[in-house]
């Protein structure tokens, strides 16, 4: 038997042959497919991407809008800056660049730090900002050690301006730099870390206003990431142009008369409800927020003891002292329970039930009727009258002379003072209203809390008939090509009117106080011009007779001085209030101040301003 060797292949060898041969053609194909997928189908979208590695696209900076005075002055404009920015795709060891950095600039690592992470959100090819308002000698050292920062750069950007320092540093605001709460409510991704933006006063209502449109540079760039050319630009656009109501020189007046004091003062025109001067003492540079301000000038601002972050206008809250007693003689002519000839003794103190109330005349200012008792300030005829008024008439009149409730100024942190009540009481104290508060309230003490900026709309209304106007800082914005996109009209909160018979009694006894011998306010007086003023003096703390001691009282225990006036007294235009914290005497300390305010109004030579001057005593009320 002979064997002969087999010359098939075995049937399952051919099988997997044929699977396998299959296999490598299909992988085959989708190769070539994949291809042509990726030179054919998405050529223009991987050309794209390459692109991007080879280009940097650099965020151009918007200047925020100008801000003017209503004669058109520049108040608030831009300079150029250098920001120090670092691109996160161009950066190995990020540790090291920001050591070398800290080193070149002198700053510490833990800022940059910060600052790096807060722009870890944005894409990477898109710069962090690090450092801002670099000096010339810092971008200088930067540039010449560039070799050694990869991915630094450094932008010119648009810095705030204010060109006043301090001037309207409350009505403007200030900047900071956006925080992780502002970037989380920004739907439409406008901001980036690093990026400034209003915080409080004008920069911050009118932020979509003033903010602008970022621009764009689309930069050519080598694997290193430095710049080879530019490619091309988006031009940002500037922010809109506004014009506020203020005056510039008025502004300057008013806060150069208070001085080193601390206390605020409002200018308002009595027709329309524009501020034409809002000041408040003492104030902050807002140019330091713009640079960016350190740890040590922003804790020296918040433990100053006279508060200069604070906007005393619309957050300083006092008693209004006797420049209430306007509001006590129109609501008790109002009621019938006092007209122009109703008079009450006054010996220099009121009695009632064991507690004498003192009047701020020792010896007393004898019979005395509505005229005499405004123009001398009698306290003896108001706790009488107020007594028989009663705290809800009282109350009421305060309500519609635009006291006891924010009057809508523009500006965040509006307060809205206190005016108390019968209900008042019972719901905040549980417990009832007393007599004794009635005449405490009657001249402006006790439970009662009123802001500058209220008393300057209280003033107006008596001055226009009994009209509340809302208080207008903006007047306008503008576009860049001069079209009005907001603009703002008079507008009435609240319309009282009052008996023009009742009216003409209060405001001859207001133009006594500040133009006859004996008046309170005298001190107020303008060459030419008649003024309807009244003086305030309200008490910190009881003193008892120590307030008549010749011992000086401390600094925080003296009594507040308040002025209220309007001019001309004839034909009223602008209504004004003072308020000097712990100034002793209305008529010693806030009248002059009023009076320089309304000498620059009128465009009047100014007088001797020593009168000016906090004395340790008040002179008159």
């Known amino acids: 038997m002979s064997l002969k060797p087999s010359s098939g292949i075995p049937p399952s060898f051919r099988r997997r042959f044929v699977i396998f041969s299959l296999a490598a053609v299909a992988i085959f194909l989708l190769l070539v497919l994949r291809l042509w997928y990726l030179q054919v189908v998405s050529v223009e979208r991987y050309q794209h991407l390459s692109e991007r590695n080879r280009t940097r696209y650099v965020p151009v900076a918007a200047p925020r809008g100008p801000i003017y005075d209503r004669d058109g002055e520049l108040l608030v404009g831009n300079r150029p800056s250098f920001t120090i920015s670092v691109l996160r795709q161009d950066v190995q060891n990020r540790e090291e660049l920001i050591e070398r950095l800290s080193h070149y600039l ?4 833990g800022g940059l730090q910060r600052r790096w992470t807060s722009g870890t959100r944005l894409p990477r090819f898109r ?8 000096t010339r000698e810092d971008l200088d050292r930067i540039q010449e050690n560039s070799i050694e920062l990869p991915g630094v750069l450094a932008e010119v950007r648009p810095l705030r301006n204010y060109l006043y320092d301090q001037m309207g540093a409350h009505i403007f605001g200030y900047l900071g730099e956006i925080n992780e709460r502002e970037l989380a409510r920004d739907r439409e991704r406008f901001y980036r870390p690093g990026d400034s933006v209003g915080k409080t006063g004008m920069e911050r209502t009118l932020e979509t206003y003033l903010r602008g449109t970022v621009g764009e540079r689309r930069l050519e760039v080598d694997v290193l990431g430095k710049e080879l050319r530019l490619l091309n630009t988006r031009e940002p656009v500037p922010g809109n142009r506004v014009y506020l109501t203020i005056r510039r020189d008025v502004q300057l007046a008013a806060e150069a008369a208070i001085g080193e004091h601390a206390g605020s003062a409002v200018l308002m025109d009595v027709h329309t ?26 804790l020296s601002l918040l433990e ?16 209004p002292g006797s420049t209430y007693k306007i509001v006590t003689a129109l609501a008790a002519l109002r009621a019938g329970v006092a007209n122009a000839t109703t008079t009450v003794f006054c010996s220099g103190r009121f009695t009632l ?33 107020g007594l028989d008024l009663g705290i809800d008439r009282l109350a009421q009149m305060s309500f519609d002379l635009g006291l006891g409730r924010p009057v809508g100024i523009p500006l965040d942190g509006e307060l809205p003072g206190l005016v108390p009540t019968r209900q008042w009481k019972r719901e905040r104290f549980n417990e009832p209203w007393y007599n004794g508060e009635t005449v405490n309230a009657s001249i402006g003490q006790g439970y009662l809390l009123t ?46 009117p009052l008996n023009s018979a009742h009216l003409k009694v209060v405001r001859d006894a207001l133009v006594a106080s500040v133009e006859e011998q004996g008046g ?61 914290e712990h100034g002793t005497g209305g008529g010693a300390v806030a009248a002059p101040i009023a009076r320089v305010i309304l000498e620059s109004y009128f465009g009047l030579p100014p007088q001797e301003v020593a009168a000016v001057q906090v004395s340790p005593a008040p002179a008159g009320d």
């Open 451 to 496: 802001t500058p900026l209220q008393l300057a709309v209280m003033t107006a209304a008596v001055a226009n008939g009994g009209s509340v106007l809302r208080p207008q800082l903006l007047q306008r914005v503008e576009d860049l090509d001069g079209k009005i996109l907001v603009e703002t009209k008079p507008e009435v909160i609240r319309s009282t």
């Open 353 to 385: 039930g064991n507690r004498d109330f003192r009047c701020w005349k020792r010896g007393g200012h004898g019979r005395v009727d509505l005229r005499k008792a405004l123009k001398e300030s009698c306290d003896t005829w108001f706790y009488q009258v």
């Open 520 to 580: 309170t306010g005298r001190r107020s007086r303008l060459p030419g011009i008649s003024v309807a003023g009244k003086t305030g003096t309200a008490q910190v703390v009881r003193l008892g007779e120590d307030r008549d001691s010749k011992r000086e009282i401390p600094y925080r225990f003296r009594d507040h001085a308040l002025f209220v006036a309007y001019a001309p007294a004839e034909n009223p235009q602008v209504a004004v209030a003072v308020v000097i």
């Open 304 to 319: 100053n003891s006279l508060h200069p972050l604070k906007n005393k206008a619309i957050q300083g809250q006092y008693p």
């Open 106 to 109: 002198a700053l510490e690592p």
């Open 127 to 134: 710069p962090i900002p690090l450092v801002d308002d670099v």
């Open 273 to 298: 409800g524009e501020i034409l001067a809002l000041a408040s003492r003492p104030s902050f540079n807002p140019a330091d927020f713009a640079r960016g301000i350190s740890g040590q000038e922003w």
